[in-house]
């Protein structure tokens, strides 16, 4: 299969992040964290992107963001990014599970098993599967209370978790970042690009309620 030219957003936790990828390989990266500013980063990060990559809207084949779970607003501002991109220049969107570019990013130690943080003592869960050094979702997200999972977390890794793990946590650390969530969708470019991606959505798992205020 010819390798697919991918431009990859990450915006699901406080990492903003763009990557350009050719098949797995990473020809440019612009990621740094955040706090609440992935609205006016991410256009920066993009030509940057796309400068340091040496490639055009015109060269690419697909966006690629990370779709969820994770943060209500990041997850809102990239996927935003990522239609109004692909309308613009006729491209598909390929929408990557997020806690699966986690773990994707520790692929020497193939955990089967995850956690990263939502809000309060509530984290989003989940479990997957390794073929040689990729790893597939074995089933979907859950969110709840950490103490949940605590018990079935052996081989897994965590995200955001310190202050509710502790010092003591022997769980791997995973982080966010564009160059996995690229390298993913150009894996499965062809069972996970979405032509016309109208009614795609995030992935937010997590029940959000807006209040009227009076």
């Not at 089967?112 to 390794?130: C, D, M, N, T």
């Not at 979907?140 to 079935?152: H, T």
């Not at 955001?160 to 390298?183: H, I, M, W």
């Not at 109208?198 to 029940?207: N, R």
Request: glycine content about 8%; overall charge negative.
């Amino acid at each position: 299969m010819t390798s697919k030219t991918l431009l990859a957003l990450e915006t699901s936790s406080t990492v903003c992040g763009v990557s350009i990828a050719h098949g797995e390989d990473i020809l440019s990266l612009a990621e740094e964290p955040v706090h609440r500013k992935h609205a006016e980063i991410l256009p920066k990060f993009i030509e940057s992107a796309l400068q340091q990559g040496q490639k055009s809207f015109e060269e690419l084949d697909a966006i690629a963001v990370s779709i969820g779970p994770g943060s209500f607003t990041g997850l809102r501002i990239g996927l935003g990014f990522a239609k109004g991109m692909a309308y613009a220049h006729g491209l598909p969107i390929i929408p990557v599970p997020t806690l699966l570019s986690l773990a994707f990013g520790l692929q020497d130690d193939k955990p089967s098993r995850g956690i990263a943080h939502s809000h309060s003592r509530k984290v989003f869960y989940q479990e997957f599967e390794w073929q040689n050094t990729v790893p597939r979702v074995k089933d979907a997200a859950v969110v709840g209370e950490i103490d949940l999972f605590i018990k079935q977390l052996k081989r897994g890794f965590q995200w955001n978790c310190d202050s509710l793990l502790g010092d003591q946590s022997t769980l791997k650390k995973a982080e966010p970042s564009a160059a996995f969530v690229g390298r993913l969708a150009s894996i499965y470019f062809d069972e996970w690009a979405r032509e016309k991606p109208y009614d795609l959505v995030p992935d937010y798992i997590a029940p959000f309620e807006i209040k009227n205020r009076a």
